[in-house]
């Protein structure tokens, strides 16, 4: 048995007291935690979520309608220099039959996400989210389409969006232009204000353990993510994917990725924290660990099993075969076997909520058990 390191526990004492700590305690944190520093960590992160989340885990339903992308980060599997990658787009009629399987389910929200498709006009778009929105008033939609222009993220917004997805990746700058070529760092920073100016719930996020990051790195996205304050957080681990220039490196780990979790519950208290399907991936009770470690977002799958395989952004991801319904159980049953409830409500960010006077107990609070034997 090891011993906690007492200037360890100082600082996670702090993070839990205060939601801060300065970029040398951070650093500190990460070079030098141990496994009894972890435990310490994952039980104060756990405490906060338990104050301002409870233990419930919000599930979002996920449509990966296009796997065509103009974009070519380097770590990514449906970039645009994979010739081997088997592309699709869903129609808008495959998009409205998720959206109808997803709310049979249960769903609340759905996430459109894809690669950045210049298919997918600002028209295409709008019509997809107001038939969504006709169809299901009370769900909420989550975009994750990349970068695009001010006016493409309002036009959106009005038709109905109300979050946004767009993780920053990285926060050095070096770091981000070596895996983003012909992209610019401060573009994708802009996008994130805009979103935020706009008024949709934004999510930032990035990856542990891509190739040449160090811990500084890390603290740079935890330093940024603590000034931007976006109401949901992605963290994942960097998987590599055979058919990229990383396809020999080695993967982040589960260690690291719940330690870069449960730092972010401590310093965003309020932050909707998916725990990811890369972090489900890499260890079979991987998504059971983040939960624990802060998470309180899951995003099963809902787009067709047809194209599941080709939204490969790395290798060996999970659920690929698997039909939304047992998803929908298999997730259920983890969270619940880990100790924790199933939500199947909108699940807005809770001080989002507070100021926009959304009240999620009266409008659409539905115990899922309910839902599930009415439904199917
Ligand atoms: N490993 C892990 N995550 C990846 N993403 C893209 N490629 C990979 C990979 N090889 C993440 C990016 C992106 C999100 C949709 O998926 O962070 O923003
Ligand atoms: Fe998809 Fe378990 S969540 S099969």
Redesign the pocket.
Known sequence: MGVINIKSKEIIDKLSKSNNASREELLFLIDNLNNEDKEYLVEKAHETRMRTYGDSVYMRGLIEFTNFCKMDCVYCGIRRSNKNADRYRLTYEDIMECADIGDKLGYKTYVLQGGEDPYFTDEKMVEIIKGIKERYPNNAVTLSLGERSYESYKKMFEAGADRYLLRHETATKELYESLHPGANFENRRNCLKNLKEIGYQIGAGFMVGIPNQTNDDLVNDLIFLKELDPHMCGIGPFIPHKDTPFKNETAGTVDKTTTMLALTRLLLPNVLLPST?AL?SIDPTG?EKGIKAGGNV?M??LSPTRVREKYSLYDGK??T??EAA??????EN?IRKAGFRVEVTRGDNVLWAKSNKVNETSKNKVKVHNLIINKL
């Not at 047992?326 to 997730?331: K, L, S, Y």
């Open positions: 399907t489900g998504r899951v099963p799958n999970i659920c075969g698997d047992e998803c929908r159980m298999c997730i983890r």
